[in-house]
Nanobody
Framework: QVQLVESGGGLVQAGGSLRLSCAAS????????RGWYRQKPGKEREWVAG?????STHYAENVKGRFTISGDESTLYLQMNSLKPDDTATYSC??????????WGQGTQVTVSS
């Protein structure tokens, strides 16, 4: 199994920055892909950014140029710049293993005030 724990959320003013972290433990060498998702109040969860095993990165259009995903074997980061009130959500990280199991963290709240 894989355990994921997010941190780094908080309250920030519009235009500000936050850096989220996702620490993985357990069978981390079985992870092929990792990603960040967010869920806004009353909305479905949406994909934000992803990172492949060999470092390839991908972004949703509405965060491209503002968010940067990075990480090493055990920790995944999401650097969020130029934050907007519309970025307010609970952010969660996920991990997809080589046996096609998906694991989720508990989430961290990001609130952007106008």
């Amino acid at each position: 199994q894989v355990q994921l724990v997010e941190s780094g959320g908080g309250l920030v003013q519009a235009g500000g920055s936050l850096r989220l972290s996702c620490a993985a433990s357990g069978r981390i060498n079985s992870i092929n892909n990792r990603g960040w998702y967010r869920q806004k109040p009353g909305k479905e969860r949406e994909w934000v950014a992803g990172m492949g095993r060999h470092g390839s990165t991908h972004y949703a259009e509405n965060v491209k140029g503002r968010f940067t995903i990075s990480g090493d074997e055990s920790t995944l980061y999401l650097q969020m710049n130029s934050l907007k009130p519309d970025d307010t959500a609970t952010y969660s990280c996920s991990a997809l293993t080589s046996s096609f199991e998906t694991y989720w963290g508990q989430g961290t709240q990001v609130t952007v005030s106008s």
